[in-house]
């Protein structure tokens, strides 16, 4: 059994209370291992450390700052293998997608060594004579970071990374259910030689360590990925504090058909946003918005596929479908499913939990496709979470573009089509942070901003350079050369 421990201004140390977690497999309810159930005392800990720390980082160039990060890009590369099987050992997701996870650090690693050198500000023209004007980005001071299950190294990278190459010390705490990999990561920053006091690891519940992050007054800045309701409490608490908050949360994306598409392709991509990582993506398709055209046939189209996907064990390379993170969520799940049922959606496939043989042992769920699903139904607007999506019939484009932002949520949509016109009305007019053509509504890079609209988000994004923006603030300078005193807006008109 694997044991970590919260890492504190360089050093692995127990935590004040004594106490430990344990960590579960959802694939087959084996107990991992342990990490301990932090306090507000630790928080503090972290804090102190982190707050001594950034007083010297702040003043280290950036490129320097970054030959830590290509150091760091460069581990997880060695490791990719050895992380990928940890992250699906502890939430599940099948191996080939904790690859890519693993990849998308890897990859923001090396994008965020290179912001080391670029770090943009402004120069501008003075509107008067000798006189030079610009604007740099200086660091807000200390990060804290809360971060979710179902991405816990993808979405650590896209806030850590970009804090530390600005200048920024960071306490993390990850979510409870994926305490390892977590570890892991703060191993490689360690290893890569990032100072000590800068990364610092605190384990434990949302609602003892989160709060305190949350609260403590020398944590400039919160971002935080996760459910809406942990999403809005956070803003809540933070704005009393008048902190920077930037915050990612659910989604209900939708893929939009129209009768004019490729359903082949169109079935490919929903089967991969519907049902990847068991659903549990922020941006997984659980709706699919089609023109009833070709409703008929691509309902058939997706109960075959549906029907050839291998459910079981991520870690087993043929399996399609790994379990859902616990069984609070299975339930949740099944919750959503008797519901839409209930307010009368047409059933065409799945629709319960699993239990034969070895899947007893886990949190499975059946990959599950409704029909006849109409916009106001609770599983048309509500984020389930799980293998679950539903198809909405409707009649046009405009129809379409009405019912996919019919939503509270504004992450991810897609459309597929071959009239580019058509296409670039859905661009325009979806209300979304992101949108795909041709493609499913999942497959973020990371060199693009990350986020969505309406309840979503609160404005900001990760990833990209647009996640600068939440790790610095804007310094305006203006430096005269003329050798008097020029007044602007005064002595030039
Ligand atoms: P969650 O329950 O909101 O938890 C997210 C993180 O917040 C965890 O570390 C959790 O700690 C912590 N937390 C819980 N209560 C807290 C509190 N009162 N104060 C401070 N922190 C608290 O979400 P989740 O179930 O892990 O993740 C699923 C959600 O994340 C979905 O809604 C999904 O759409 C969203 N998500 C959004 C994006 C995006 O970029 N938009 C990406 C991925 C996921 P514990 O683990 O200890 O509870």
């Given at each position: 059994?694997?044991?970590?421990?919260?890492?504190?201004?360089?050093?692995?140390?127990?935590?004040?209370?004594?106490?430990?977690?344990?960590?579960?497999?959802?694939?087959?309810?084996?107990?991992?291992?342990?990490?301990?159930?932090?306090?507000?005392?630790?928080?503090?800990?972290?804090?102190?450390?982190?707050?001594?720390?950034?007083?010297?980082?702040?003043?280290?160039?950036?490129?320097?700052?970054?030959?830590?990060?290509?150091?760091?890009?460069?581990?997880?590369?060695?490791?990719?293998?050895?992380?990928?099987?940890?992250?699906?050992?502890?939430?599940?997701?099948?191996?080939?997608?904790?690859?890519?996870?693993?990849?998308?650090?890897?990859?923001?690693?090396?994008?965020?060594?290179?912001?080391?050198?670029?770090?943009?500000?402004?120069?501008?023209?003075?509107?008067?004579?000798?006189?030079?004007?610009?604007?740099?980005?200086?660091?807000?001071?200390?990060?804290?970071?809360?971060?979710?299950?179902?991405?816990?190294?993808?979405?650590?990278?896209?806030?850590?990374?970009?804090?530390?190459?600005?200048?920024?010390?960071?306490?993390?705490?990850?979510?409870?259910?994926?305490?390892?990999?977590?570890?892991?990561?703060?191993?490689?920053?360690?290893?890569?030689?990032?100072?000590?006091?800068?990364?610092?690891?605190?384990?434990?519940?949302?609602?003892?360590?989160?709060?305190?992050?949350?609260?403590?007054?020398?944590?400039?800045?919160?971002?935080?990925?996760?459910?809406?309701?942990?999403?809005?409490?956070?803003?809540?608490?933070?704005?009393?504090?008048?902190?920077?908050?930037?915050?990612?949360m659910g989604g209900k994306?939708?893929?939009?058909?129209?009768?004019?598409?490729?359903?082949?392709?169109?079935?490919?991509?929903?089967?991969?946003?519907?049902?990847?990582?068991?659903?549990?993506?922020?941006?997984?398709?659980?709706?699919?918005?089609?023109?009833?055209?070709?409703?008929?046939?691509?309902?058939?189209?997706?109960?075959?596929?549906?029907?050839?996907?291998?459910?079981?064990?991520?870690?087993?390379?043929?399996?399609?479908?790994?379990?859902?993170?616990?069984?609070?969520?299975?339930?949740?799940?099944?919750?959503?499913?008797?519901?839409?049922?209930?307010?009368?959606?047409?059933?065409?496939?799945?629709?319960?939990?699993?239990?034969?043989?070895?899947?007893?042992?886990?949190?499975?769920?059946?990959?599950?496709?409704?029909?006849?699903?109409?916009?106001?139904?609770?599983?048309?607007?509500?984020?389930?979470?799980?293998?679950?999506?539903?198809?909405?019939?409707?009649?046009?484009?405009?129809?379409?573009?009405?019912?996919?932002n019919?939503v509270e949520f504004g992450l991810?949509?897609?459309?597929?089509?071959?009239?580019?016109?058509?296409?670039?009305?859905?661009?325009?007019?979806?209300d979304t942070g992101?949108?795909?053509?041709?493609?499913?509504?999942?497959?973020?890079?990371?060199?693009?901003?990350?986020?969505g609209t309406k309840g979503t988000g609160n404005?900001?994004?990760?990833?990209?350079?647009?996640?600068?923006?939440?790790?610095?603030?804007?310094?305006?300078?203006?430096?005269?050369?003329?050798?008097?005193?020029?007044?602007?807006?005064?002595?030039?008109?």
């Amino acid at each position: 059994m694997k044991s970590y421990l919260n890492f504190i201004d360089g050093e692995w140390v127990p935590s004040v209370s004594g106490k430990f977690s344990t960590n579960v497999n959802p694939a087959t309810g084996e107990i991992l291992g342990k990490a301990p159930q932090s306090t507000k005392e630790d928080v503090d800990r972290a804090v102190l450390a982190a707050k001594k720390a950034q007083k010297s980082w702040r003043l280290v160039p950036a490129p320097e700052r970054a030959e830590v990060l290509y150091e760091v890009a460069r581990l997880l590369k060695e490791r990719k293998e050895e992380l990928a099987q940890i992250l699906t050992s502890e939430m599940g997701k099948v191996i080939s997608e904790a690859r890519g996870e693993v990849q998308e650090a890897i990859d923001m690693a090396y994008y965020m060594a290179g912001e080391g050198r670029r770090l943009f500000g402004d120069t501008v023209p003075s509107e008067l004579r000798n006189k030079f004007a610009m604007s740099v980005r200086v660091p807000v001071g200390i990060a804290g970071l809360i971060t979710p299950w179902n991405f816990p190294i993808a979405i650590a990278s896209w806030k850590s990374l970009p804090a530390l190459v600005a200048g920024n010390a960071v306490v993390w705490k990850p979510a409870s259910e994926t305490p390892f990999i977590a570890g892991e990561f703060v191993k490689i920053y360690q290893e890569a030689g990032l100072p000590k006091g800068l990364m610092n690891l605190v384990f434990g519940s949302g609602g003892v360590v989160g709060n305190a992050i949350v609260d403590h007054p020398d944590i400039d800045i919160i971002s935080f990925t996760g459910s809406n309701e942990v999403g809005r409490q956070i803003n809540e608490r933070a704005g009393r504090l008048l902190k920077r908050t930037s915050l990612e949360m659910g989604g209900k994306n939708a893929v939009t058909v129209l009768e004019d598409a490729d359903l082949d392709l169109a079935v490919d991509g929903i089967i991969w946003s519907a049902f990847g990582t068991s659903g549990q993506r922020c941006t997984a398709c659980s709706r699919v918005i089609v023109h009833e055209a070709v409703k008929e046939e691509l309902e058939q189209k997706l109960v075959k596929r549906i029907a050839e996907l291998k459910i079981g064990n991520g870690l087993d390379e043929e399996v399609n479908v790994g379990p859902v993170i616990n069984r609070s969520s299975l339930q949740k799940i099944d919750k959503y499913v008797k519901i839409g049922i209930k307010e009368g959606a047409k059933l065409l496939c799945g629709g319960k939990i699993l239990t034969d043989g070895e899947l007893e042992k886990g949190h499975y769920y059946a990959p599950t496709l409704f029909t006849d699903v109409k916009p106001s139904m609770t599983i048309a607007k509500e984020e389930i979470f799980g293998p679950v999506t539903s198809i909405i019939p409707v009649k046009s484009l405009e129809e379409a573009i009405e019912v996919n932002n019919s939503v509270e949520f504004g992450l991810s949509s897609s459309i597929f089509s071959r009239d580019v016109n058509r296409v670039f009305q859905a661009m325009r007019d979806f209300d979304t942070g992101i949108v795909y053509v041709n493609a499913g509504t999942t497959g973020a890079e990371i060199h693009l901003p990350f986020g969505g609209t309406k309840g979503t988000g609160n404005g900001h994004r990760d990833s990209g350079v647009a996640a600068l923006d939440v790790y610095t603030e804007w310094k305006s300078i203006y430096v005269d050369y003329s050798g008097k005193l020029q007044r602007a807006q005064i002595d030039n008109k």
